[in-house]
């Protein structure tokens, strides 16, 4: 069973700071013009990737949420479900 962590709506909003963000994008144009990072700079912008990743991850999630439950009250949507999914898909024919 998957594990459930919640996590604090302040932490979705959260971005890197400016001095952080230059700093990756100095490493990774680095490395895109072919030289060779140090063991330390290769690993502080993989921990910068990670990160930056995980928060685009948690941004979506919420996005997505946002969503859960909108439209059961709307009128466009009630009645069966498997009805309403052949007339959006047939309005594309």
């Known amino acids: 069973m998957p594990e459930v962590v919640e996590i604090p709506l302040e932490l979705t909003r959260f971005q890197l700071s400016p001095a952080v963000q230059f700093r990756l994008q100095f490493l990774l144009d680095r490395q895109d013009k072919g030289y060779t990072l140090s063991e330390a ?48 898909r047939d309005e594309w024919d």
């Open 41 to 88: 700079e290769r690993q502080e912008a993989e921990g910068l990737v990670e990160l930056v990743e995980f928060l685009s991850l948690l941004q979506s999630k919420l996005t997505l949420a946002s969503f859960v439950g909108v439209l059961k009250d709307s009128p466009i949507f009630q009645g069966d479900s498997v009805m309403i999914q052949r007339q959006m």
